[in-house]
């Protein structure tokens, strides 16, 4: 039985050196301490204090900062591993007797007479226990940690270290991985299974050897319940609770957002935002569901703000996060993409602002050049004249580009910049920027339309606790901002979406790239991106039908009645068209000239005016706009096509040389263009 000798020598060795190395105070006083900062992973909390996401340590172990623990566990654990915690000195002497005389008895290991400090000093160091050498240094740096720290320091040092399996380490992450809970109210079962695991936390598993965890609390209960610590009728409803069979996920709520202040902040324990977690859970919901069921690379992001404190409550960087499939690694709050229509209210108030229109004012829409460029409505229809109220609440193009051209897109651009907004454009901004010819990210989108809401006051918003600051310069003045709101307040709201006044815009971009829904209401300001990470076109997609119903079941999850926009300002004119002063009740644009005087005549596009044209076979494609069908065609004033419906056609030419091409339509109406053939 050498091993029995060994065993028995093993022991008798711990005895002797627990007296002789505490009556070597000069020599403990030497220990060189291995370092007592423990590396503890970062925790991002949400607003009530509670984890939104956990970080690992360096080397990939769950350990946590222990915050608070319940009482009983603590005097559950002391019962069995260390009663006499509190008034040893590092080395319990009666403990380590006890362990001689049964290892004596016994010809085995009953108890190992190891304190908590021990068992400290040897996580601390991750020091062997299987040798006397081993022992001894635990002895010796468990001697002087007593002499360098609180009980309550080392009690500390324990809930941080202790091994609970896997890369599991310290009592909070124990209990959030095998209980999906913290640790500041546990079950008697659940103590007991916390006090048992690190004496062998790998053969103990929860899910990988149930049944040996399981034995394992049954003798912690059975002892303490033979110590009088825990009744037979706590031990009985202990040894009835099921044993966890699955390692739960550490919290991950905000991935994206959780990753950049950690980053912003490299070292912090604890990082505090504005998160709500309900919301934050619920807009994570919302962008699952969105792409539930859609091809495999659309993805989502959303926003969630209080524009009166400036305070993020959800921020969802991508609908699948673990997606590789979606790119849900790329927080799409961030990407500069194309607004598509939702910077048209900016034009409004902008134009308002000035004087130079009030929403009761008639505009055309219609065919209208822009220097070379002649933009088109989204669907390819023209309204006639109508107000700048339904021309916004349509999206109309026309009248927006033509309210562009007398603002200035320069001026647009710097009223975003003056918002907080990063906008970035390839050159000098032209026009193009009214329908979306502009990066701006969701993120910016978002703090744009705080500040609409908040009648021109633009604000910072912010995921970190504090007073939103606001910015220094107002984009518009109160009654221009209240005209715009009222407006998007008019829209009806989306199929199926609660009722309420909720002031939003929809955007689609060029090719079905981006689909978009900004709103607000008289508290919260919200944004919502669907679409693909690499921007490729997502065919089908219009931010009316994907994007809006998600808006307003977002800032429906807030409350259950939107808050009340805010009553017009006192200077607000609120008249009918035909009331208003001579100069506001049309709008008449600032260089734009109509193709023809007559605005309801057809515009020829093809061909221009004083074209050289090739006529092979002596045919000519010709395309019209506007107008009303069907058309007349002439050459040179002989007819050569009679009431031809299309606008787009091949005419026979007369031959090669100078023609007059001209067009009539049904009204009477006509255009006309000077060409050469050859």
């Given at each position: 039985?050498?091993?029995?000798?060994?065993l028995?020598?093993?022991?008798?060795?711990?005895w002797?050196a627990?007296f002789?190395l505490?009556?070597?105070?000069?020599?403990?006083a030497r220990?060189e301490l291995?370092?007592?900062?423990?590396?503890?992973?970062?925790?991002?909390?949400?607003?009530?204090?509670?984890?939104l996401?956990?970080?690992?340590?360096?080397?990939?172990?769950?350990?946590?900062?222990?915050?608070?623990?319940?009482?009983?566990?603590?005097t559950?654990?002391?019962?069995?591993?260390?009663?006499?915690f509190?008034?040893h000195?590092?080395?319990?002497?009666l403990?380590l007797?006890?362990?001689?005389?049964q290892?004596?008895w016994?010809?085995?290991?009953?108890?190992?007479?190891?304190t908590?400090?021990?068992?400290?000093?040897?996580?601390?160091?991750?020091?062997?226990?299987?040798?006397?050498?081993?022992?001894?240094?635990?002895?010796r740096?468990a001697?002087?940690l007593?002499q360098?720290l609180?009980?309550?320091?080392?009690?500390?040092?324990?809930?941080?270290?202790?091994?609970?399996?896997?890369?599991l380490?310290?009592?909070?992450?124990?209990?959030?991985?095998w209980f999906?809970k913290?640790?500041r109210?546990l079950?008697?079962?659940?103590?007991?299974l916390?006090?048992?695991?690190?004496?062998?936390p790998?053969a103990?598993?929860p899910?990988?050897a149930?049944?040996?965890?399981e034995?394992?609390?049954?003798r912690?209960?059975a002892?303490?319940?033979?110590?009088?610590?825990?009744?037979?009728?706590?031990v009985?409803?202990?040894l009835r609770?099921?044993?966890?069979?699955?390692?739960?996920?550490?919290?991950?709520l905000?991935?994206?957002l959780?990753?950049?202040?950690?980053?912003?902040?490299?070292?912090?324990?604890?990082?505090?935002?504005?998160?709500?977690?309900?919301?934050?859970?619920?807009?994570?919901?919302l962008?699952?569901?969105?792409?539930a069921?859609?091809?495999g690379?659309?993805?989502?992001?959303?926003i969630?703000?209080?524009?009166?404190?400036?305070a993020?409550?959800?921020?969802?960087?991508?609908?699948?996060?673990?997606?590789?499939a979606?790119?849900?690694?790329?927080?799409?709050t961030t990407?500069?993409r194309?607004p598509?229509?939702?910077?048209?209210?900016?034009?409004?108030?902008?134009?308002f602002?000035?004087?130079?229109?009030?929403?009761?004012?008639?505009?055309?829409?219609?065919?209208?050049?822009?220097?070379?460029?002649r933009?088109q409505?989204?669907?390819r229809?023209?309204?006639g004249?109508?107000?700048l109220?339904?021309?916004?609440?349509?999206?109309l193009?026309?009248?927006?580009?033509?309210?562009?051209?007398?603002?200035g897109?320069?001026?647009?651009?710097a009223t975003?910049?003056?918002?907080?907004?990063r906008?970035?454009v390839?050159?000098t901004?032209?026009?193009?920027?009214?329908?979306?010819?502009?990066?701006?990210?969701?993120?910016?989108?978002?703090?744009?339309?705080?500040?609409?809401?908040?009648?021109g006051?633009?604000?910072?918003?912010?995921?970190?606790?504090?007073?939103g600051?606001?910015l220094?310069q107002?984009?518009?003045?109160p009654?221009?901002?209240?005209?715009?709101?009222?407006?998007?307040?008019?829209?009806?709201?989306?199929a199926?979406a609660?009722p309420?006044?909720?002031?939003?815009?929809?955007?689609?971009?060029?090719?079905?790239?981006?689909?978009?829904?900004?709103?607000?209401?008289?508290r919260?300001?919200?944004?919502?991106?669907l679409?693909?990470?690499?921007?490729?076109?997502v065919?089908?997609?219009f931010?009316?039908?994907?994007?809006?119903?998600?808006?307003?079941?977002?800032?429906g999850r807030?409350?259950?009645?939107?808050d009340?926009?805010?009553?017009?300002?006192?200077?607000?004119?609120?008249?009918?068209?035909?009331?208003?002063p001579?100069?506001l009740?049309?709008?008449?644009?600032?260089?734009?000239?109509?193709?023809?005087?007559?605005?309801?005549?057809?515009?020829?596009?093809?061909?221009?005016?004083?074209?050289?044209?090739?006529?092979?076979?002596?045919?000519?494609?010709v395309k019209i706009?506007?107008?009303?069908?069907?058309?007349t065609?002439?050459?040179?004033g002989?007819?050569?096509?009679?009431a031809?419906?299309?606008?787009?056609?091949?005419?026979?030419?007369p031959?090669p040389?100078?023609?007059v091409?001209?067009v009539?339509?049904?009204?009477?109406?006509?255009a006309?263009?000077?060409?050469?053939?050859?």
């Amino acid at each position: 039985m050498r091993w029995h000798r060994g065993l028995i020598l093993l022991v008798a060795a711990l005895w002797a050196a627990a007296f002789l190395l505490d009556a070597g105070r000069g020599w403990v006083a030497r220990t060189e301490l291995p370092p007592l900062s423990v590396e503890i992973g970062t925790e991002v909390l949400a607003r009530d204090g509670s984890l939104l996401r956990a970080f690992q340590v360096s080397d990939g172990r769950w350990r946590l900062a222990p915050g608070p623990v319940d009482d009983r566990f603590v005097t559950l654990l002391l019962a069995y591993e260390d009663q006499r915690f509190y008034s040893h000195s590092g080395v319990d002497p009666l403990a380590l007797g006890r362990a001689v005389a049964q290892a004596l008895w016994n010809l085995k290991v009953i108890s190992g007479g190891s304190t908590l400090t021990m068992q400290v000093a040897r996580l601390l160091e991750e020091g062997p226990t299987g040798s006397v050498a081993g022992k001894i240094r635990q002895i010796r740096v468990a001697l002087a940690l007593e002499q360098r720290l609180s009980k309550v320091e080392i009690l500390d040092l324990y809930l941080r270290l202790a091994p609970y399996g896997g890369n599991l380490e310290g009592i909070r992450a124990a209990t959030l991985a095998w209980f999906g809970k913290e640790p500041r109210r546990l079950t008697t079962a659940e103590a007991a299974l916390l006090v048992a695991l690190p004496q062998s936390p790998e053969a103990r598993r929860p899910d990988r050897a149930p049944q040996a965890a399981e034995a394992a609390r049954a003798r912690v209960l059975a002892r303490l319940a033979a110590a009088g610590i825990l009744d037979a009728s706590e031990v009985a409803a202990a040894l009835r609770e099921p044993i966890p069979t699955t390692r739960r996920g550490f919290p991950a709520l905000a991935p994206h957002l959780t990753e950049r202040l950690r980053r912003a902040q490299p070292g912090a324990a604890r990082i505090a935002t504005t998160i709500d977690p309900a919301l934050q859970r619920a807009a994570e919901a919302l962008a699952r569901r969105a792409v539930a069921g859609q091809e495999g690379r659309l993805t989502a992001a959303m926003i969630l703000a209080d524009h009166q404190s400036g305070a993020i409550l959800a921020h969802v960087g991508a609908a699948e996060w673990s997606s590789d499939a979606r790119a849900g690694f790329v927080d799409m709050t961030t990407a500069l993409r194309s607004p598509g229509s939702t910077l048209k209210p900016f034009i409004y108030a902008l134009a308002f602002d000035d004087g130079l229109a009030h929403p009761e004012t008639l505009i055309e829409d219609r065919p209208t050049a822009f220097g070379n460029w002649r933009p088109q409505n989204f669907d390819r229809q023209f309204r006639g004249t109508v107000t700048l109220r339904a021309a916004l609440q349509a999206s109309l193009n026309i009248p927006a580009v033509s309210l562009t051209e007398a603002v200035g897109p320069a001026r647009l651009l710097a009223t975003l910049t003056r918002a907080g907004v990063r906008a970035e454009v390839e050159g000098t901004p032209g026009l193009a920027v009214a329908l979306g010819g502009v990066g701006v990210s969701l993120e910016g989108l978002v703090q744009a339309y705080a500040a609409l809401a908040r009648l021109g006051a633009p604000i910072t918003l912010s995921a970190e606790p504090g007073p939103g600051a606001p910015l220094m310069q107002r984009l518009f003045g109160p009654v221009a901002g209240w005209q715009v709101a009222d407006i998007l307040a008019g829209l009806p709201p989306p199929a199926g979406a609660a009722p309420g006044r909720l002031a939003y815009k929809t955007g689609t971009s060029y090719g079905h790239r981006d689909a978009l829904a900004l709103g607000f209401d008289g508290r919260h300001v919200a944004g919502v991106w669907l679409g693909r990470a690499d921007g490729t076109p997502v065919p089908g997609a219009f931010g009316g039908d994907l994007a809006a119903p998600i808006l307003f079941e977002l800032i429906g999850r807030a409350k259950s009645t939107p808050d009340p926009l805010p009553p017009p300002p006192p200077a607000t004119l609120l008249l009918p068209t035909e009331r208003l002063p001579q100069p506001l009740q049309r709008f008449r644009p600032r260089g734009a000239a109509f193709a023809t005087s007559n605005p309801d005549a057809p515009d020829l596009m093809f061909p221009p005016d004083g074209a050289l044209i090739e006529a092979p076979g002596g045919a000519l494609a010709v395309k019209i706009i506007g107008g009303t069908p069907p058309f007349t065609w002439l050459a040179n004033g002989v007819p050569v096509a009679l009431a031809i419906r299309a606008r787009e056609t091949t005419l026979p030419m007369p031959g090669p040389g100078f023609v007059v091409l001209s067009v009539i339509d049904a009204k009477g109406n006509a255009a006309r263009a000077e060409i050469t053939l050859r």
